[in-house]
């Protein structure tokens, strides 16, 4: 039997942030300008490394959050999206990184602060575009919060939450094709969104659209989980599926 003992790594623990609102009609990501070697200079997800071994991962996703972006923990709910740990993805050493998702309606301009040289909102397109170059892996990081974000479009009422206290269905329209990146059929979208009982109901006088035609008002119904799910189209992009 070997005497050798056995020597735990060393691994550090961080938290990365994908943040997610619209804005004009277009679906942003919080980024930060990082003040700090490595990356300085790069656009780069809000997060960090815990501050103590006993620090809580959400905990510390929403410190980080409100160090650098002044955002609190009572404006979003965090829901974790997964671990990323490939052996090269930090320069400083071996680092794992939980990552926490948000995707949440009328969020504030963000305050930079901390490590972080300025905060603002993004469009997506451009966040993911080759012209950006996020720092570490978060270009991964972000592809699969927005994948998720997507997903859970498909299965909850989230896309109501975008839209006034009334609200029409070309109006929640609109926030699927943001979130999805895709235009819809209005009439396919209608049919659908009618097909899930408790997902919207009526809410009584008409609006008059931009073309001048009345259009019917709605409100978000009691349902929270979709069922049937609002599947995204499977085809190219601006020919939904059926």
Avoid at 84 to 99: F, K, L, N
Avoid at 126 to 150: M, P, W
Wanted: glycine share 8%; proline share 8%; charged share 25%.
């Amino acid at each position: 039997m070997s005497d050798d003992r056995w020597v735990a790594p060393a691994v550090l623990l961080a938290v990365d942030l994908v943040i997610l609102t619209l804005r004009e009609s277009r679906l942003h990501v919080l980024l930060i300008e990082r003040g700090v070697q490595p990356y300085r200079g790069a656009w780069a997800l809000p997060g960090g490394f815990l501050s103590h071994e006993k620090e809580d991962l959400l905990a510390a996703a929403h410190r980080e959050l409100a160090e650098e972006a002044g955002l609190g923990p009572d404006q979003l709910h965090l829901e974790q999206l997964g671990f990323y740990g490939a052996p090269d993805r930090d320069p400083r050493g071996r680092v794992v990184s939980a990552a926490y998702l948000a995707i949440a309606p009328r969020l504030p301009e963000p305050v930079a602060g901390t490590d972080a040289s300025e905060a603002c909102w993004t469009p997506v397109a451009q966040a993911l575009s080759d012209d950006a170059r996020l720092a570490f892996d978060h270009v991964q990081i972000l592809t699969d919060g927005v994948d998720q974000a997507r997903e859970k479009l498909e299965r909850s009422a989230l896309g109501t939450a975008f839209c006034g206290p009334t609200f029409t269905i070309s109006e929640l329209q609109n926030v699927y094709e943001a979130v999805w990146g895709v235009p819809l059929d209005a009439r396919n979208f209608y049919r659908k969104v009618q097909s899930v009982d408790g997902f919207i109901v009526p809410a009584g006088p008409t609006r008059r659209t931009e073309g001048g035609r009345p259009a019917r008002l709605f409100r978000p119904g009691p349902r929270t989980t979709l069922h049937p799910p609002m599947t995204r189209p499977l085809g190219r992009a601006g020919k939904e599926t059926t």
